[in-house]
C-alpha cells in the first residue's frame, strides 16, 4: 500500500487536509535524470489566505482536545514513517537528489521528531507562582494559534518536520509551504502521513508556493508564529515582515561553517571528516563545511588525503547506483556552484581536484592556498567544494574563524580535545563539534546559529519547541469577586 496518492497530488485534488492550490502547476522533476514525475500546483496568496482561515477555525479544537489524543496522532504519524519509509525514501531519492544514506537519515529523523513531540503534549504546562492575597496565581503554556512553516529544497523532509512535529503536538494548527523543487518528499509526504495518522480537517495543511505564497504566509492576520528555513538574504526579509506584523519568527539561515584542523590531529581522520562535511549532499547543506583551516605543518598531507577523496568518490544517478554524491538540485545552483570555483581560481587559489561538472553532476573539488578574500572561502557556496587555507598558529586561526557574518557550525579536529574546546569557546556558533565534522542534527536538541546564520536555538528539545509554539499565560483565580474602594 502507497501512502502518496500520485493521481491525487498531480491533478492538485489537495482538499480538507491538503488545501486546493489553484496556482499554475509546476512540474516535479527529477534532478538527476530530467524527467518529469508529476505536477503539483502552486499556491497563490489567495490560497494561503483560505488556508490560514481554516487553519484557524480548526485550531481550537484541535488544542482543546485530551492530550493523550495529540500524542497518539503524533506516534502514529512516527510509526507511518517508519512503516513507508522505502516510497518516502525513493521520493527524496529521486525528487532531492539525495543518496539513499542520506535519505534514511532524513526519514529515521522524521519519525523520530514525531516521537519526541508525542511527549511535549505532557510536559509540564506551567508554573505555580507565589501570591501575597491568598488567591491562586500560576503560570500556563497556550498554543500560539497558527504556525506558518516555510522550508528549503536541501532536507526537506527533516526542515519541515522538525517545526510542523513540535507545532502540532502543543495544540497549534500548520500551514506548511514546502519549496516548489521538493514539494512531494518536503510537504505532500508530511500531509499524507498526518492526514493517515489522524490529524483533523484544517489542522494541517500543505501549499507548495514561491516567493508570493511566503510573503502571504508572513504577512496573514491568522498566523502568530513563522518558522523560517533558507538563505540570510531571504530571513531578513522574513524577520523584517514578521516583526512589522507584530509576529515571532523562528529563522534557521545560512552558513560558512570552519573545520579546523590542529597540527597533532589524525590526518586521514581528520580528511575523513573534512571529505563528510564538504561533499555530504552534494555540499547543499547550511552546517556544510565550507572553510577548511589547517596548520601548515599538515597541509600537504591533510590536502593530498582530501583530493584522493574527491577523485575517487563516485558521482551519479542516486536511483540507479550506489554513488556518494548525487545531483545538484538545478542548473541556477550549479551554475553559482562553478562561478565561486572559477573566480578563486583566478583569484590564485589552486584546484586540486574537481572543478567540473557534467549536467546537475558536480564533481567534489578541492582548493588550495585560499585566502580569507577567496571567493569560495570568503561566501557560503552550498555546494561540494572544499577551500583549504593553511595558518600558522592558533590565534591566528581563530582570527580567521571568527572573520564571518555567520554563526551556525564549527568543528575542531586535534589530538588533545581540551585543547580544541578551548579554541571553539573562542569563536561563535550555535553548533560546536570537536573532533568531529560540521553536519549533525537530531530530534532532542536545540538547534540554531548566531548572527547571519539565525536568532538561534529555535526548534529541538522540549524547551527550545514549548518557547518557540506557545505562548505564556498568566492566571488568577479566588473566591469571592475582589473588593475595591470604588
Known sequence: MTILDAERWSKQVFTGRWTSAGGTPTEVVEPATGQQLGHVGCATPADIAAACSKAAAAQRDWEDKPFE???????????????????????????????????????????????????????????????????????????????????????????????????????????????????????LALAAIFEAAGVPEGVFQVLPGGADAGAALVADEHTRVIAFTGSTAAGRKVGEAAAAH????????????AIIVLPDADIAAAASAGAWGSFLHQGQICMAAGRHLVHESIADEYVAALAEKARTLPVGDPNTAEVALGPIIDAKQRDGIHRLVTESVAAGAELVAGGEYDGLFYRPTVLDHVKPDTPAFSQEIFGPVAPVLRFSTVQEAISIARDTEYGLSLSVLGGDAMQAWEIAKQIPSGLVHVNDQTVGDHAHIPFGGVKASGNGGRVGGAEANLEAFTETQWVTIQGPIQQYPF
Open 246 to 257: 507584530l509576529k515571532r519568527a523562528h529563522l534557521e539561515l545560512g552558513g560558512n561553517n
Open 69 to 187: 489524543e495529540r500524542a497518539a496522532v503524533l506516534r502514529r504519524a512516527g510509526q507511518l514513517f517508519l512503516d513507508h519509509a522505502e516510497e518516502v525514501r525513493s521520493w527524496l531519492i529521486r525528487e532531492g537528489g539525495s543518496i539513499r544514506p542520506k535519505a534514511d537519515i532524513e526519514v529515521r529523523t522524521a519519525a523520530n521528531e514525531c516521537f519526541e513531540a508525542a511527549g511535549l503534549t505532557s510536559h509540564p504546562a506551567g508554573s505555580l507562582l507565589p501570591s501575597a492575597d491568598g488567591r491562586l496565581s500560576f503560570s500556563r503554556r497556550v498554543a500560539a494559534g497558527v504556525v506558518g512553516v516555510i522550508a528549503p529544497f536541501n532536507f526537506p523532509l527533516i526542515l519541515s518536520i522538525r517545526a510542523v512535529a513540535p507545532a502540532l503536538a502543543l495544540g497549534n494548527s500548520v500551514v506548511l509551504k514546502p519549496d516548489t523543487r521538493t514539494a512531494v518528499c518536503g510537504g
